[in-house]
């Protein structure tokens, strides 16, 4: 191998050289993060901004007439950070080298987003009311004012994070500027960053033109390089290219071959082989290594940035977009949790607004610590982590999705679909129009945070939730019933879906579902393993044992009792309102009867739980007394018929059977602080009742209350223990009427619901 051994120092040169040229790629197998962080420009910027800030705060800078409008209006929302603040540097890098004329074009807005302002650090300070313009409070507006108290009383970081930026935007909107930049307090801008600004705009707008756009959504001046890497999304795009690459390479050496005589005395057989099966490969291989950046950087001026964009550090929107679509739009989303610029993004996607970047990028981020008051170094507790190899690494992100989920599932034909969407004022989108039913989701807390830590995080969740189902979502994080177009992302292996019917009107789509779940979605063509189902969804309208399966289609008949055999496991769900406080006399019993369960798993609308086996606390008392309020055996008995009708009485060994047993309180609860309250509301409510006649307000039998901890949750009880069913299930049932039962000899699972702190 002669031309192995000459080749090998070129390759060695190749790999010293990008080490040279890509260290700076975030994105590169080369990259030199110590190296490339270091911040020597921002340091001597920071100390210019800093100083000419001091310098404006004690003496009188000369200045132009004010421009009415100005041509640009950069509004800054600033926050309390303990112990630090960087508002000072990020003014002073904006207006340090300015012009008294090109001063004179600026309009500065900057809220102190504090309803008590005077906590921040740089409340009164003299540079700032020298070098800002108007200074906005919560207290210029009453409603202004009672959101702000509720936001920072509920420490709702996303809306009031997304509701003070939509205060300096309205507040920039008002002065008439041509375009408004918002910017973080946690920035410093490049010398010279207002010229090249002011250029990409007019470049910006000229290019919508172009491409037949009246105007764009904004002009991004910062986006982080991690991001716009090789993407694995993309994998058939660079496999494609890459073999196009090397038939290239072949189909050039064959003609050499063929045309030049003498050539062929070198490239021989082994030679075509090397450079087929090791050279092209390894210089591929070395291609992508590099890093997106390194070898395929972003073109230096104004461009298309629609995908991989981040963060909204500083953007400049046209004064139209933001008075006739972000302002409207931010109003009416206030409590959304997304992000901001996250929120930003997927309104580009959805109206397909333009997106354009500058490169290079005019401003750094260099906040040290977050607007949480969180250490960002902090946030990284495991430095080490990005270097571990990327086997470890996405073996670590698996490891953190695997977790248990329950996904409350609705189906209604498009009839129903299309007059609840008009009941809302919607009309159906171009991604749902060729849909036959409506998948309606739960959606609260059902997207990992895995989707929007890293794009390594991204794609290991991506591959983790494999089936991609198109949805309705509903109860997401503004908690309401408003259906929405989404995306469900869903494990079969580790998530049960709740198939839920409304009130007997939904008609029969489990069948049509659980087919296209398997087929359509599910790429390993797996489909349903884990159901969870109550009794109206077994025996309501649509129900799953109101399906014949003498009428349905073979393909689809084939289909469902596939789906039936290979369930590893079904909770029968009895979520009941009555359990943890009983009066006796609900029960024509006398006072002396009242009957209280604080070991009551309460339910709460968190999807993910930890599954305890057994129940851990001292419940063995409470379990003598559980009080159902209708028998939980009929759905055992409904289930047993169905099996009987799909298998002639066979047994399913692999499907584990549970019956799901929960307190569903009046009020839905998706956070601790909710927990709280509706602890308290009940106490309260219980005192309130046996307060009447006489009755004692204490609890039973020692005050077990005590003794136990209250759990969010569920438990998961065998099937046995509720007694037993006809050997036949063509043998009549007859269900109990509700009453306590002793189940202390079927010590359940118990099953913890992930409350978070604040929602």
Known sequence: MRIDATLAPQYSSLIGYLRSRCWKDPTSKFFQAQRAYLPTYSAHRVQQAVQYADLVGIEQRAQGSRRNPPELCIGVPSVQRDGISYLKSTLGSLQHGLSAEERAGLSFVVLLAHTDQKRHPDYGQPWLTSMVDKLPSYQDDPERLALAKVMELNQTHAPKSKFDYSIVMEECEKTGAAYILIVEDDVVFLDGWRHRTMQALEAATTKSWEVDHTNFLYLRLFYYEGLLGWNSESWPTYLGSSLAVIAGVLWLLLLTRWYIPAARLYLTRSVFLSTIFVFMPLLILFFFAAGGNCVLPQPAGVHLMPKNACCGQGLVFPHETVADELLPLFRSNRWSQVPTDSFIEQYADTTGALRWALTPVVMQHVGGRSSHGVQRASMRAFNPFPTLPAELRVKIWHFALERQRIIKVRLLNRMLMDGLLAQQGDIRPKTHENERYGVIVHGYQTLSKLFRVSRESRDAALSFYRVHLPCWLIKGATRDDAMKPGILYFNPEYDFLYIRNNNNIDTGQVVDFLHDLKTIHDPRYVGLLNLAIDINGLIGGGGLCTINPFVLDPLLKTSFTETLIQLREVFFVQAQGTGRHVLGLWRGLPPSENLVNPSFPIAAMMPTFDRLRPDPRLIGPDLGKVYVDSDPRGMLYAWGRLVYNYFGGGVM???????????????????????????????????????????????????????????????????????????NPNDGFRNEAPCPMDLKENWPDLALLNLPSRS
């Open 653 to 727: 060994p692999r499907t584990e059977h549970r019956v799901l047993l929960t307190f569903a309180p009046r009020h839905n609860i998706y956070d601790y602080r909710d927990a709280e309250e509706w602890l308290q509301r009940e106490e309260n409510n219980w005192l309130k009742e046996t307060s009447r006649d006489n009755q004692s307000g204490q609890v039973p039998d020692g005050g077990s209350e005590a003794a136990v901890g209250t759990a969010f949750g569920f438990w998961l009880f065998p099937v046995h223990a509720f007694g037993g069913l006809p050997e």
